[in-house]
Nanobody, 126 residues
Framework: QVRFVESGGGLVQPGESTRLSCTVSGSTIYYLAMAWYRQTPGTKREWVAAIGSTGTHTRYVDSVNGRFFISRDDAKSATYLQMNGLKPDDTAVYYC???????????????????WGQGTQVTVSS
């Protein structure tokens, strides 16, 4: 069974940076795109950043483009999200998942939609 473990969140002040980590077990991430998603109370989980299977291509939602940077380490079965210039609107619980093949250039739907991790809370506030 696949398992995602996210970490690195916390309380940060506006303008500061933080780095999230996600490790995956129970499934290889080789040859699969990965993505970070976020969710706030009462809203639908949305994708934030994605990285292709080779790590050479990335996608970002407009609101974080130029501030967030996604990376991956397949040997560690991990993906990371460097978050810079944080804003209060970035406050959310952040999750990672494998991208459903074929959706990387479209909806970036999660492959394991029934196996989300606990996520990591990022709160941006002064």
């Amino acid at each position: 069974q696949v398992r995602f473990v996210e970490s690195g969140g916390g309380l940060v002040q506006p303008g500061e940076s933080t780095r999230l980590s996600c490790t995956v077990s129970g499934s290889t991430i080789y040859y699969l795109a990965m993505a970070w998603y976020r969710q706030t109370p009462g809203t639908k989980r949305e994708w934030v950043a994605a990285i292709g299977s080779t790590g050479t291509h990335t996608r970002y939602v407009d609101s974080v483009n130029g501030r967030f940077f996604i990376s991956r380490d397949d040997a560690k079965s991990a993906t990371y999200l460097q978050m810079n210039g944080l804003k209060p609107d970035d406050t959310a619980v952040y999750y990672c998942n494998v991208v459903n093949p074929g959706t990387y250039y479209s909806q970036l739907t999660p492959l394991y939609d029934d196996d989300w991790g606990q996520g990591t809370q990022v709160t941006v506030s002064s």
